[in-house]
């Protein structure tokens, strides 16, 4: 805690912890904190947190979005608890840890509202998300896009429990081992998502199969090369 400003986005403290402020009218104090990671809006109100679970448990179970706001990426482990729903909003930043980088027991969005698309959800261990909840990748009211949101993983890209509901709008999923490890349900709600790398059962389309094609690419992350089979709908 760095102490108190006089407006919300402030960085910098104009007033330490314990200093004595002079007032003559009624003053809004915002608390700075020395590194925010992100906010959770509630309706009109909006909290910053220092990590990103803190942002998601301070939702409870009220509709809320967490938007991170560092640069870069960060290593963190999150859940969604059950009765949770949140918008995470990863704009432009990364999230990803060498265990299940997400796990949704509730009602999860993850959107990118960043120009760049950089925003991933990674793993280098195992899936990046393990879905027992409801999954919305992207929502119905944003522009389609077929970058963001990105789910990447080395394993899995998303595990999908029985209970596990995924509605697909937008986004793209990697996977080296599969891009959904499917046991529950996935809809697809727009024609211009990909899945890379996944064989899907029990899976609800709202589009005709002879739309989609199958092609097979080489994707190169670094040192290492993996071939994926692309089904791109059309």
């Known amino acids: ?31 700075v904190w020395d ?41 963190e482990i999150l859940t969604i608890a059950q009765g949770q729903n949140i918008t995470l909003n990863t704009n432009g930043a ?23 698309g950089n925003g991933y959800i990674k793993n280098y261990g ?4 393990q879905n027992n909840g409801t999954l919305n990748m992207g929502t119905s009211e944003i522009e389609v896009s077929n970058v963001k ?3 990447i993983s080395l394993s899995n890209g998303i595990m999908n429990s029985s209970t596990g509901i995924i509605n697909f709008y937008s986004g793209i999923i990697k996977g080296v081992n599969n891009a959904i490890d499917n046991k529950g349900q996935v809809n697809y709600k727009d024609l211009k998502t990909e899945i890379l790398n ?14 989609k094609k199958y092609i097979s690419f080489t994707y190169d992350d670094g040192p290492s090369k993996y071939t994926y089979e692309l089904i791109k709908t059309l």
């Open 1 to 31: 805690f760095m102490g108190w400003a006089l407006t919300e986005d402030a960085s910098h403290a104009e007033y330490k912890a314990g200093a004595t402020l002079k007032i003559n009218a009624d003053v809004t104090l915002y608390a």
């Open 35 to 75: 590194e925010v990671v992100a906010t959770t809006t509630i309706g009109s109100t909006t909290t910053k947190y220092m990590t990103v679970q803190e942002a998601i448990d301070a939702a409870g179970t009220s509709a809320a979005t967490v938007k991170l706001l560092y640069s870069g990426s960060r290593t």
């Open 198 to 211: 996944t064989e899907i059962t029990n899976v609800n389309e709202n589009i005709d199969p002879t739309h």
């Open 94 to 116: 990364t999230i990803t840890s060498a265990k299940n980088t997400i796990t949704n027991n509730g009602n999860l969005t993850i959107i990118d509202s960043s120009t760049s």
């Open 149 to 151: 949101p990105a789910i």
């Open 126 to 129: 195992g899936p990046a998300i």
